[in-house]
Structures are given as C-alpha cells and as structure tokens.
C-alpha cells in the first residue's frame, strides 16, 4: 500500500511544526480513503522513532506499515450493527493506562465515530478525555463531526478534511447573520448569532465565511464592484482599517479555536471584539 501524505502533512501541520502532539485528534469529512490516510499519517508519526516522523523506515514505522504495531490499537466492533460498544471503550481505557510497549506512544483508533459509537459509548469515552493518560493519543474519524457529541468536541482536536469551497446553507446563513449584527451595529443580533457557534468544526466554518465577506466588503471599499449584498454594507459602514482588523480577528479567532478553549468563552470574546472594532470611536 503507498500512502499520498502529502494532504495529511498539510493538514497536520501545526502539529508537526509545534511539535506536541494533542491527546486526542478527530478526523472529519474528505472520504474514506483520505481519513485512511491522515489515520495513516499521524499514527506513523506517533509511533516513528526516527527524526522526521513519518521516516518510513524505523522499526516502528514498518511494522505500523503492516499493521502489526503493538502500539496502534483499533477496538473491535460488536454486533450485527458494527459499533463500539461500552465494553469496548472500558477495555479501552484499562488499556490505555498501561505503558506502550515498542514506541513512546500509544495510539488508540476509532473509526467513524459518528455511525459506530452510539452515545452511551461517547459517554463512556468521555472519562478517559477528561483526564488523558500520558504517552497516549486517540485518533477518532468521521463523517459528519455534528453527529457527535458536544462535549466530545470540545475535548478532541478537530481537523476537517472538507473542501473550502462546499460552503453549506447554513454556515452562510450564521455567517450573514454575523455580518448583520456587526453592520447595524446591534449588539443583540451578534450576541444571538454568536450564540450558536457552540460547536468547534461550526464556528471555524462559519468565521472562515465572516472572513471572505469581510474580504469582500475590503475589495469593494478599494474600487471593486460586483458583490454581495453583505459585502456591500461591510464597505459602507465600516473604514477600511476596521474592516482589515476584523479580517485579522478572525484569523486570529479560528486559531484560538484549535486549541483546547472552551467554546461559549471563545464565542462571547469573539462577539465583544467584533462589537469593539466596528463601534469605537
Ligand atoms: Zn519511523
């Protein structure tokens, strides 16, 4: 089997240049093939004994390659159903307590997380992300993250393998409303819809759409017509120097999101940043 890395590399790429890898990881959206290899990818380079994880070569990144580490552990599905049961994920956490055996980490594996692991199971999960063991990392997949739960969310790192471009109806709506809010400089409607982005993978997207219209709304205060309605009032209400400071506290927001910050926090700082930059004198 040849892995293409080179989506994976991208993906992990903050990881790799920090170099700390998280406790636990979610892999969602892209299709099978592209999380197989992002699953691939980071395990290999949690495992890998050599200077540039994956190396490819070590002990440990061959015997990852045939599917014999004795660090990589994927729990058994059970029943005509194919999930992972409550059994499982304690057999799972009495595992991860014990120390690895060839590398320096152990990697736990849960694939599509989203179809096979039915909530009383998350709940189980939930203890051992409370309090991680060391020298542990869990990668979780899925589909469609939204399927699970909240509180699993905030405890995993989340990377999305969904295409920029497939802006889905109701990010744009939370996005608009944003923009809303900050334009008619009412504070109520960008509380409200700062709400909503109680959800990592959500407010991620929805502040990466908050960008482009603000990008947009840039363009058009330099001479540029032809654009959204939204972008259009950004360029009429606000300078051009607010608008490149909300663009950059945005950037700076979606940051924040990836780190292990408590949602409702982030999104009420956000919303008061946004009121401060588009309303001081
Ligand atoms: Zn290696």
Known sequence: MVNDFSKAKELFSNIL??????????????????RQNAVDFLSKSAVCSGTTPPCGVCKNCVKAQKNSHPDIY???????TNIISVEAVRELIKDSSIIPNDADTKVFILYDTDKCMPEISQN???????EPPQ??????????????????????????LKNEDDTNEEIDELARD?????VSLSEDKLLF????????????????????YLRQGLSISVGNKNSSKEAQAIAKKLTKSRIIS????SS????RADRNVNMTLLSTWLCGEYRRISWQR
Not at 138 to 147: C, D, M, P, Y
Request: aromatic residues 4%; without cysteine; positive net charge.
């Open 252 to 255: 700076k927001a979606i940051i």
């Open 246 to 249: 909300l663009i950059e506290l």
């Open 178 to 182: 944003i923009i809303n809010g900050i």
């Open 74 to 80: 994927t729990p058994k599905l059970s029943g005509k």
């Open 124 to 130: 189980a999960f939930l203890k051992v992300l409370e």
């Open 17 to 34: 240049s920090s170099n700390r890898m998280p406790h636990a990881v979610l892999i969602e959206g892209g299709s099978k093939e592209e």
């Open 193 to 212: 819809a700062t709400a909503k982005l109680n959800n990592r993978v959500i407010f991620k997207d929805v502040i990466k759409r908050v960008s482009e």
């Open 135 to 160: 020298k542990t990392l869990f990668i979780l997949t899925a589909e469609n993250s939204k399927k699970m739960l909240s509180t699993i969310l905030s405890r995993v790192q989340v990377f999305s």
